[in-house]
């Protein structure tokens, strides 16, 4: 379902203006605000970004490629750029650095074509091509130039193949659609003659173990990708279909969770297990194939827990659940901030489904008349100092004191941490329409316009919003930086978080009998649990990441696309307790999924531990919440002895956690 409702409009005065970057016709249409290429449309557009295996930078009307080196330390690692091949014309000398050079003339899930009209090139980026694509528009002397200085150059018979090796270890090949007469200009520089028109092909030799991997960059260097789609066609299943030119088989790289997924069968494609590049996230694997199908184990959605909870173990919940539902009062919130509202309306939330889980409905009338009087007053823009609007420029939603600052809310204005805040909100009404359905029905426009702003299909979409904003359908988890410009691209700091967002949107799905929204929001929120155990969590025996970092790490605190850093936006890397808090909260039914592996759940606890000394109340009941999936009984010993709870939380929904753990302590792995 796409809804006509909007929220009231606001004209932002803080968003940068799109106009540069963007072609004129792709203006009218809702813009990106999370995408992998973001850099290329914020500022000058001059940061480079991660396309996996290569960091790419525009400037200066040219572009700089890296096959970036990887800095390891105990604290955090990153891929450090260096332009070891920049590709220009003879055109292009005359702009400066500063010069927008570059126009994003299509875009699509998995590429985006910039053009740079000054210099006649017309790049391809494609996730996960080790070429990088350009096409020559007119016919013009192309220059290709190092930073490093050049060992040797060499060309084929043919002219259509050019072999670089720099002194830095590195060889570059280079492919051309016709014949072209390269010459070296410099110590690091080769041009061609003036009469090129075409394409050309850029690969890094890659450092694998293959010693046929040149045959087999040349055996596909000819048939080139110009996009790629991602579909959410049927429920836990994503299929990939690149535009491809050019005769023969596309050659495309696959990261590790990909490799998991990929059903070689259904796809008919073929994985080359010993075609790989390095990467931050693990080795990128060769696939040929322009059509993958990518298949998910579906999870349990429910709005309850999966084991039950016994009834001879309800009288604890039931007097926490008396007390916490008494101090339910719209009053005594005392934030008008979107993130720490939400969490407070959420909170509430489970309170209520905690009461239908234990069969004590007699308090739910509280929360419902609470949920009702928080809620209403963002969908009507009757809060005081805060609310939901909608800017025509990016075309999303803003909150009222968003418009006017890039702090505010945590930059929501600027479209940062979207499926956070609204995620809350997403689920504090999916519950308010599943126990008055009713209202469920009266605030359905609003319900579908906030959920639309983060989960939102192409194939059936709300024109007033971007297609799926935060979610990156190569990387396959959520990005929760918005319009804001970063040397190492997107970032996201709580992957639970992002998984409660597509979780809420799923339960939306069932409250109001929507299929498609189920489907989708049950498939985003298998991935985004898959991506956290991927890349967020840190197991002892992880092998990706380097010795120094896993030694010191259980847990990454902020995941970016070019780099893993263990501190966070609001606290510094030894406060573990914080590093587990932002990956657990909120505490839902879900999060019995995602913390599957016992395991690693031990890891990280023990890890953790010796923090908790000197950790705030508030932050320690997600240690012990983790310790009661293999320990419960002294879990719930520390829990009983809390003095204060997140403001997501409460001691109800810690005992519903324990509780609903099974049987005794838990020994599986």
Not at 130 to 147: G, H, L, N, Q, W
Not at 627 to 644: F, H, P, S, T, V
Request: charge should be negative.
């Amino acid at each position: 379902m796409s809804s006509p409702f909007l929220f009231p409009l606001i004209q932002s005065t803080v968003i940068p203006n799109p106009s540069p970057f963007f072609s004129p016709n792709l203006l009218s249409s809702p813009l990106p605000t999370n995408s992998f290429f973001q850099n290329f449309v914020l500022n000058n557009g001059d940061q480079h970004e991660y396309f996996h295996p290569y960091l790419v930078k525009s400037a200066n009307s040219s572009l700089s490629l890296s096959y970036p080196l990887m800095f390891f330390s105990t604290a955090l690692l990153y891929q450090v750029f260096v332009p070891d091949l920049t590709i220009s014309s003879k055109s292009s000398s005359r702009y400066s650095s500063s010069h927008r050079s570059h126009v994003v003339s299509s875009y699509s899930d998995l590429s985006v074509t910039l053009e740079f009209p000054s210099s006649n090139l017309r790049f391809f980026l494609v996730k996960g091509s080790p070429f990088i694509t350009a096409e020559v528009t007119r016919r013009t002397s192309v220059s290709i130039s190092t930073v490093h200085a050049i060992l040797s150059f060499s060309s084929s018979d043919s002219l259509t193949k050019h072999t670089v090796r720099l002194d830095n270890n590195q060889t570059w090949l280079i492919y051309a659609s016709s014949p072209v007469h390269f010459s070296r200009t410099s110590s690091s520089e080769i041009t061609s003659d003036d009469g090129f028109f075409g394409v050309i092909r850029i690969a890094a030799l890659p450092d694998s173990e293959n010693p046929r991997s040149e045959e087999t960059l040349d055996r596909f260097s000819s048939c080139y990708p110009i996009s790629g789609d991602a579909a959410l066609k049927k429920p836990y299943r994503v299929e990939y279909k690149f535009q491809k030119r050019s005769s023969g088989d596309l050659l495309l790289l696959a990261h590790p969770l990909h490799l998991k997924l990929l059903s070689e069968t259904e796809s008919n494609c073929t994985v080359l297990h010993d075609f790989k590049y390095r990467s931050i996230d693990g080795d990128l694997v060769g696939v040929v194939g322009a059509s993958w199908v990518l298949k998910i184990n579906p999870i349990p959605v429910s709005w309850h827990s999966t084991k039950g909870i016994k009834q001879d173990s309800d009288k604890e919940i039931i007097s926490a659940l008396i007390k916490d539902v008494k101090d339910l009062n719209p009053s005594n919130i005392s934030t008008n901030s979107s993130y720490f509202y939400g969490k407070r309306v959420a909170r509430a939330a489970r309170l209520a489904l905690i009461a239908e889980e234990i069969s004590y409905p007699h308090v739910i009338p509280k929360i419902k008349n609470f949920l009702k009087q928080s809620i209403e007053p963002w969908l009507y823009g009757t809060f005081k100092g805060n609310g939901f609007l909608y800017e025509k420029t990016w075309k999303g939603l803003v909150t009222k004191q968003g418009s006017s600052s890039t702090t505010a809310d945590f930059g929501f204005g600027i479209y940062n941490d979207h499926h956070y805040h609204i995620g809350y909100f997403i689920y504090g009404m999916a519950v308010l329409a599943k126990i008055d359905p009713d209202w469920g029905e009266k605030h359905k426009p609003q319900a579908y316009s906030l959920v639309e702003d983060y989960v939102n299909l192409g194939r059936n979409s709300n024109p007033y919003y971007t297609s799926l904003r935060c979610f990156d359908l190569y990387s396959l988890h959520s990005w929760a930086a918005g319009l804001t410009e970063f040397e190492h691209g997107r970032n996201q700091e709580s992957s639970s978080e992002a998984i409660n967002a597509y979780y809420s949107a799923a339960l939306m799905g069932l409250v109001y009998e929507d299929s498609d929204l189920v489907a989708t929001g049950s498939t985003l929120t298998a991935l985004e649990i898959l991506a956290a155990q991927t890349w967020w969590h840190v197991e002892e025996s992880n092998d990706m990441y380097g010795k120094e970092f896993v030694k010191e790490n259980r847990i990454v605190g902020i995941l970016w696309s070019n780099k893993r850093d263990s501190v966070l936006w609001w606290a510094p890397a030894d406060c573990r307790s914080c590093r587990l808090l932002i990956q657990v909260l909120p505490l839902t039914p879900i999060t019995e999924v995602l913390f599957s592996d016992v395991g690693y759940v031990k890891e990280l606890v023990e890890w953790t531990e010796p923090d908790l000394k000197t950790a705030e109340e508030s932050s320690k009941g997600f240690t012990f919440a983790l310790e009661g999936i293999y320990d419960k009984e002294n879990a719930l010993e520390k829990i009983r002895k809390l003095k204060g709870f997140d403001d997501g939380n409460s001691l109800t929904n810690l005992l519903w956690w324990i509780y609903s753990r099974g049987q005794g302590n838990t020994s599986q792995s």
